[in-house]
Nanobody, 123 residues
Framework: QVQLVESGGGLVQAGGSLRLSCAAS????????MGWFRQAPGKEREFVAS????????YYADSVKGRFTISRDNAKNTVYLQMNSLKPEDTAVYFC????????????????WGQGTQVTVSS
């Protein structure tokens, strides 16, 4: 069992940057692939990025590739999402999630979720 708490969201102008953090409780953090998802009002939750247990592999949605970077620190039980060159269409609630599966991009493949943090990008 792992519990996840996101932080770092906020209001930023287009072109700006934010770094989201997700702190995990428990001693099994390194046993999970970690992912970030987002959900805008009226839209379905969508995959943003994921990272493997050892940080050896990362995956990104095409919409964020080249602008966002996912990383993790297993010693600190934390996963990060560095978001640069933000656009108004990045506005959403961002969730981190943990999966026992490898290379998971579907939300149904994730077992544990945080409560989400709001990111708002103004034009």
């Amino acid at each position: 069992q792992v519990q996840l708490v996101e932080s770092g969201g906020g209001l930023v102008q287009a072109g700006g940057s934010l770094r989201l953090s997700c702190a995990a409780s428990g001693r099994t953090f390194s046993s999970y692939d970690m992912g970030w998802f987002r959900q805008a009002p009226g839209k379905e939750r969508e995959f943003v990025a994921s990272i493997s247990r050892s940080s050896g592999s990362t995956y990104y949605a095409d919409s964020v590739k080249g602008r966002f970077t996912i990383s993790r620190d297993n010693a600190k039980n934390t996963v990060y999402l560095q978001m640069n060159s933000l656009k108004p269409e990045d506005t959403a609630v961002y969730f981190c999630a943990a999966s026992m599966l490898f290379r998971a991009v579907r939300s149904t493949s994730y077992d544990h979720w945080g409560q989400g943090t709001q990111v708002t990008v103004s034009s």
